[in-house]
Antibody
Framework: QVHLVQSGAEVKNPGASVKVSCKASGYTFTSYAMHWVRQAPGQRLEWVGWINPGNGNTKYSQKFQDRVTITRDTSANTAYLELSSLRSEDTAVYYC??????????????????WGQGTTVTVSS | DIVMTQSPDSLAVSLGERATINCKSSQSVLYTSNNKNYIGWYQQKPGQPPKLLIYWASTRESGVPDRFSGSGSGTDFTLTISSLQAEDVAVYYCQQYYSNPPAFGQGTRLEIK
């Protein structure tokens, strides 16, 4: 079975950084793009960026370009999202989500058919 | 960037009746070389991640009941639930994956009348 399991909830002060992990299982990690999507309270889903786990190439939303870093560890089948200079508006549930099709057949982005359970990040002093 | 707009924002439908949710993209998401519309529909229940229901605008994801269907092309799309069940109460989102950044609509909250 295909699963994405994320790290636990985080509480951070404004100005700090947070790093969230997403461990994949049940499929070839390097074959499918991995995305990060966030959802602030009462807001729509907002795409943050994606990584090609095969070669580490990334693409970020312009909104987060200067504050976000997405990485991966292929030996651990895990993707990471790091967001710096946190502010209250970054309080949200952060999800990792996998593309529906492998990158050889569908260049990212694709529909997202596998999602992690979400990680709540709270930014508060 | 492509902007996705859904209507209505909320909808109340009686059990067993049809529910229709609309989604409009600010530019066409039809890729003419393969004749595919790069639209997905998701269902999100409280405290859960979104669940993919429909992709390529009209292809049902594996395991999704056939009361869910998607239609439309170009810039205008529709998600239809043919006979509403109690378990369909949720927020529904459309998404375009035609171009970066992929973008979601604002969501439509579906309730039982």
């Amino acid at each position: 079975q295909v699963h994405l399991v994320q790290s636990g909830a985080e509480v951070k002060n404004p100005g700090a950084s947070v790093k969230v992990s997403c461990k994949a299982s049940g499929y070839t990690f390097t074959s499918y793009a991995m995305h990060w999507v966030r959802q602030a309270p009462g807001q729509r889903l907002e795409w943050v960026g994606w990584i090609n786990p095969g070669n580490g190439n990334t693409k970020y939303s312009q909104k987060f370009q200067d504050r976000v870093t997405i990485t991966r560890d292929t030996s651990a089948n895990t993707a990471y999202l790091e967001l710096s200079s946190l502010r209250s508006e970054d309080t949200a549930v952060y999800y990792c989500a996998r593309d529906l099709g492998p990158m050889v057949t569908q260049a990212p982005p694709d529909a997202f058919n596998i999602w992690g359970q979400g990680t709540t990040v709270t930014v508060s002093s | 960037d492509i902007v996705m707009t859904q209507s209505p924002d909320s909808l109340a439908v009686s059990l067993g009746e049809r529910a229709t949710i609309n989604c409009k993209s600010s530019q066409s998401v039809l890729y003419t070389s393969n004749n595919k519309n790069y639209i997905g529909w998701y269902q999100q229940k409280p405290g859960q991640p979104p669940k993919l229901l429909i992709y390529w605008a009209s292809t049902r994801e594996s395991g999704v009941p056939d009361r869910f269907s998607g239609s439309g092309s170009g810039t205008d799309f529709t998600l239809t639930i043919s006979s509403l069940q109690a378990e369909d109460v949720a927020v529904y989102y459309c998404q375009q994956y035609y171009s970066n950044p992929p973008a979601f609509g604002q969501g439509t909250r579906l309730e039982i009348k």
